[in-house]
């Protein structure tokens, strides 16, 4: 059996507007005030936890394609073309047939909905004063000191702030200094592939200077192993066949082909006697001959004594003559001694100053341009027995009276200079302009030849 406690009482009428979110008894009264923060005031608040917007957007667009999906409607297979002659009209498939007119039925509706009634204002609530009053006072320092409590969190702010920041000027000056030592291994790669790539090209030139020299060598030698087989057999041929025709008819005179009576006569008869005859009379002349020589002797005897003897001082003398001839030959040997020691000197401290050079930072080369005066070229003496140098004639472009010294151009740049200097625009400014390496001595670039128009031949 059920069995209820408390009296029975009538069932109050529902109130139409919603009560008030504090009691009269706890309004006044902090403990129960939901915005004032209890407990530890260092601890964090607990915060409900938020989804992760990802997450959230993920979940969306699966949402957003699930109902793609199910809005999508399956495709129909469309219709075939009619056929000649016939057409496709729409007609209803419904159970229910619908009437089709050219004009929807239209009709006319009105409805009006009730005012709303605004809510009153709730009259000022003065409640009655019943009970006994009470109160709270919170004294300084009882819920906490701000300045003491903030200093922990201060110094961790300030400590971790000044630690960072600390981290950051150390990661910079890490990157400066890195940064720094790769320009620095930068420049000095980039030094070393310029000396090797300046190397490289010297030795180039050097080797392709041989290779020109060895071929012109074998060129050269091939051309004079070819004349002097030309020679050899042109004189083998002259000798061998130079008296042939003589011989042949030698041998068929003796062979008696052509022989002669009167000619017979003559050898076998007339000359042995004219052969006497003649001997006999070279005889008495030589006789003759021979007293006359006699008498001459005797006499130039005589008269050559003194010429004898100024021979005899003349002879002395050339001797005297040949004996400084080859001292003076002995004193040119020794300067010529003199001058290859000076100049392997000079070649040794010039391999030294380049060895010097290749250890010292490469000089960047002065590139200028230069007006070559015609006719282009100058020769210098080197030395004595030495073939000249030939040197280009060239100013400043800038001013045209600065004279540039000691260029030395390459055997193919001065065969290309001197086409330069027969071009007739170049004959008509006398020169033309190049570009030299002032560091270097050399021709760095030419300009081209102009080209010649040829001239037609009018009728």
């Not at 030795?203 to 004349?227: V, Y």
């Not at 061998?240 to 082909?257: A, K, M, N, T, V």
Request: aromatic residues 4%; charged residues 35%.
């Amino acid at each position: 059996m059920q069995s209820f406690s408390a009296q029975p009482r009538a069932v109050g009428s529902r109130p139409k507007y919603r009560a008030d979110e504090y009691d009269d008894q706890n309004s006044t009264n902090l403990m129960y005030d939901k915005r004032v923060v209890r407990g530890n005031t260092y601890a964090a608040l607990v915060m409900p936890q938020q989804p992760d917007p990802r997450e959230l957007e993920k979940q969306r667009e699966a949402q957003r394609q699930r109902l793609a999906r199910a809005n999508r409607t399956q495709k129909r297979v469309g219709t075939p073309e009619p056929v000649m002659g016939r057409k496709h009209i729409d007609i209803q498939t419904d159970t229910y047939l619908e009437e089709l007119t050219e004009r929807t039925v239209e009709f006319e509706a009105e409805t009006q909905t009730d005012f709303l009634l605004d809510r009153p204002h709730s009259p000022l609530f003065m409640p009655a004063k019943v009970g006994q009053d009470t109160s709270t006072q919170i004294e300084e320092g009882e819920l906490f000191d701000f300045d003491r409590e903030v200093e922990p969190v201060l110094e961790v702010l300030v400590g971790k702030t000044l630690e960072q920041s600390m981290m950051e000027v150390l990661e910079e000056e890490e990157l400066a200094s890195i940064r720094r030592h790769q320009e620095e291994f930068e420049q000095a790669r980039n030094a070393e592939l310029l000396e090797v790539q300046r190397m490289e090209a010297v030795e180039t030139r050097r080797k392709e200077e041989a290779d020109r020299r060895r071929q012109q060598e074998t060129a050269k030698k091939e051309q004079e192993d070819q004349i002097t087989r030309k020679v050899m057999s042109r004189s083998m041929a002259r000798s061998y066949l130079g008296g042939l025709p003589q011989r042949i008819l030698e041998e068929l005179e003796d062979s008696g082909l052509f022989s002669d009576p009167k000619e017979l006569a003559v050898e076998q008869d007339f000359m042995p006697w004219l052969v006497d005859a003649v001997a006999k009379e070279v005889q008495e002349s030589q006789e003759v001959q021979q007293a006359v020589e006699g008498v001459l002797a005797s006499a130039i005897e005589d008269v050559q004594k003194p010429f004898v003897e100024a021979l005899q001082m003349g002879a002395m003398r050339q001797e005297q003559v040949e004996h400084a001839m080859l001292r003076q030959r002995e004193e040119a040997r020794e300067r010529e001694t003199l001058l290859k020691q000076e100049a392997d000197r000079i070649s040794a401290e010039q391999k030294a100053m380049q060895a010097w050079e290749m250890l010292v930072e490469e000089v960047p080369p002065e590139i200028i341009d230069v007006f070559v005066r015609a006719p282009g070229l100058v020769a210098k003496e080197v030395g004595e027995g030495e073939e000249p140098v030939q040197l280009l004639d060239c100013v400043r472009n800038e001013d045209r009276e600065a004279v540039v010294p000691d260029i030395l151009p390459t055997p193919d740049q001065i065969a290309h200079i001197q086409a330069l200097l027969e071009a007739e625009a170049n004959k008509e400014a006398g020169g033309f302009v190049a570009q030299v390496d002032l560091t270097s001595k050399v021709v760095t670039e030419l300009p081209a030849v102009p080209e010649v128009a040829p001239v037609e031949d009018e009728d």
